[in-house]
């Protein structure tokens, strides 16, 4: 645990709106300042600062926290990393606090495993270049992949060789333990031996924006499966908020970016001059990826398989990228399978060219189409033609409807008219079932059904409202976590959900001195339950009525429901409400 006092002194020296300004622009209202969420696409802002509390709500996608919960998700840290630079900007040395939290909490150290990483590196390159062990990956690198050293290098790529333990006895001599070594990702244990996760493979170090080395991807020189393998999520690196080669690509002058499927697509177009290409990690690409990319660009060229899976994938990353305000092309290659192929075959020219004719959206769906049926067919040509009105019906922007609408009655013939009124169409179905959805959500979320974080709220939303309420006004003004309602102080048996209960146990067995942090429940609670803590004390901030009557009358409903429940309701009878509620 890091000292309450110290955690207080830091936040005391960091203002909760100069640190969110210089990722969120910000206007003032009345005493709160609001700015677009940057952890959700959207275009009027419901991301909230409040000043007085010292924290953030976002009414669009519920993130909510402090400093330390806003660092730690926009710089994709966790909680030490995150109170760390908060640390420092303060001018406060955290270090003899850090070895002891990581222990308790991970096992392992970010700067352990960035120091790690980096050895790892360099053991994976001395190797590859070995005369006789690097001989098989060299031959992969130059000979199949025809790398050039110059590629190599700036990739710092390597090898793990297949002996079985040679990067754990190297990191074992330079004193990582062997939990380090396992949690790090660079050992993996087999009847107490323990040998090298990667062994085997070619490596291809991750570096991040801020030029450190912060995973590995290993691929295997044979047949054998998995083909690629990935370091998991470790206290410095997080899979699915990453991007391959964006070290390098953010630096292109080229205004726009290629996104590929894999490692290889990447390095062999840097390698022949195309530094703006990147990929994700062996995943779909996801919002936190495409905000990411956003940062960077609003031009991404996208370079999928051409078959059923890499449709699918390039559909889905058109949605996604769309959503963050970046302008999607589809790369056509013909003649070739990927990138790579494609200009070992016909050279970086004609790749040139590929580029500066890649599609747009609308282009691309019809070409799949013309790939998928035969339009001289009318059978075919009905069927494609029902798969464009979709696709058009699908579509948010007016013009671009109109355009596309347009251009399919030239392409199949067939009067603008009839094409328009089968989208009009599809759109009202589509509008129908949004409608439909929209109400089973809303009155899901207002019975709290599916509350991952608090799943006993739906067994009496008014008592639990309640509760949260009571939570609310405590993180407001600590001092009513020991207040006196009707004779009896506020205890944990006042609590008829679980979370509740568990929240405020932390709150008074935290809070000595009457004064509670809320930075504290990272210690305990996940990202979730700390958001939920803090959207509790957003609802308090933007209601006028926090005064002692408010608080008494709340804990007051929440007795007389426990009184009135006592008799009725059993354990038995609070299972099978959940276990009704699961079902659905
Ligand atoms: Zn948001």
């Known amino acids: 645990m890091i000292p309450k006092s110290v955690i207080e002194n830091i936040k005391a020296r960091c203002d909760i709106e100069t640190l969110i300004s210089s990722y969120v622009n910000l206007k ?5 300042l609001k700015g677009l969420c940057p952890f959700h696409s959207e275009k009027t802002p419901s991301f909230t600062v409040y000043p007085g509390t ?118 074992t001599e330079l004193g990582y333990t062997k939990e380090e070594i396992t949690k790090g990702f660079f050992g993996r244990e087999y009847n107490g031996r323990q040998y090298d996760y990667f062994r085997g493979r070619v490596m291809f170090p991750i570096i991040d924006t801020a030029g450190q080395v912060i995973a590995f991807g290993g691929r295997v020189l044979d047949d054998s499966k998995p083909k690629y393998l990935n370091t998991s999520d470790t206290p410095a690196f997080k899979k699915l908020k990453n991007l391959f080669a964006l070290n390098y690509a953010k630096n292109s002058k080229a205004g726009f970016m290629i996104l590929c499927e894999g490692y290889m697509d990447v390095i062999s177009l840097h390698d022949a001059g195309f530094e703006m290409a990147v990929a994700t990690l062996g995943t779909a690409i996801n919002d936190e990826q495409a905000r990411l990319l956003s940062k960077y660009t609003n031009k991404v060229i996208l370079s999928y398989d051409s078959d059923e899976a890499g449709q699918k994938a390039t559909k889905r990353a058109i949605d996604i990228l769309e959503k963050t305000g970046i302008e999607v092309r589809i790369l056509k290659l013909t003649g070739a399978k990927d990138p790579d192929e494609y200009i070992k075959k016909f050279g ?71 094409v328009e009124e089968d989208v009009l169409r599809k759109r009202r179905i589509k509008e129908k079932k949004n409608r439909g959805e929209r109400k089973d959500k809303l009155i899901a979320q207002t019975a709290g059904l599916n ?98 009557e408010a608080f008494d009358g709340c804990v007051r409903v929440m007795r007389d429901s426990k009184a009135r429940n006592s008799a009725g309701s059993s354990l038995e009878s609070i299972l099978e409400f959940r276990r009704k509620n699961s079902k659905q």
């Not at 003032?28 to 709160?32: C, F, H, K, P």
């Open 451 to 548: 509350d991952r974080v608090n799943p006993d709220f739906a067994i009496d939303p008014t008592l639990a409202r309640a509760e949260e309420a009571v939570l609310g006004m405590i993180f407001l003004r600590n001092e009513y976590i020991s207040r006196t309602v009707d004779g009896s102080p506020l205890c944990e048996e006042d609590f008829s959900t679980a979370f509740g209960a568990r929240l405020f146990r932390f709150v008074s067995e935290n809070s000595p001195d009457g004064r509670f942090d809320m930075t504290l429940l990272n210690e305990t609670f996940n990202e979730g339950e700390v958001a939920r803590a803090f959207r509790m004390l957003a609802e308090r901030n933007e209601l006028e009525n926090n005064g002692s």
């Open 54 to 171: 010292q924290s953030f709500y976002c009414f669009g996608c519920g993130a909510a926290g402090d400093a330390v919960s806003f660092l730690m998700k926009a710089e994709n840290l966790d909680y030490m990393a995150a109170l760390e630079k908060l640390a420092q900007r303060a001018g406060i040395n955290l270090s003899e606090y850090e070895n002891d939290y990581r222990q308790k909490s991970s096992g392992v150290t970010r700067t352990r495993v960035l120091e790690m990483n980096l050895e790892a590196a360099r053991f994976f390159r001395d190797q590859l270049n070995d005369e006789q062990t690097g001989e098989k990956a060299r031959a992969y690198f130059f000979g199949k992949r025809r790398l050039s050293t110059h590629i190599v290098r700036r990739f710092g790529l390597g090898y793990d060789p297949d002996r079985g333990d040679s990067l754990v006895k190297k990191l």
């Open 348 to 418: 970086a020219d004609a790749f040139r060219k590929v580029i500066e004719s890649s599609l747009g959206k609308f282009e691309y769906k019809i070409d799949t189409l013309r790939g998928k049926y035969d339009l001289s067919v009318s059978e075919q040509k009905i069927r494609a033609l029902d798969e464009v009105t979709y696709f058009i019906a699908d579509t948010q922007s007016r013009v671009e409807r109109e355009i596309y609408i347009k251009q399919s009655s030239e392409i199949f013939g067939v009067s603008q008219k009839s």
């Open 28 to 32: 003032r209202t009345g005493s709160n």
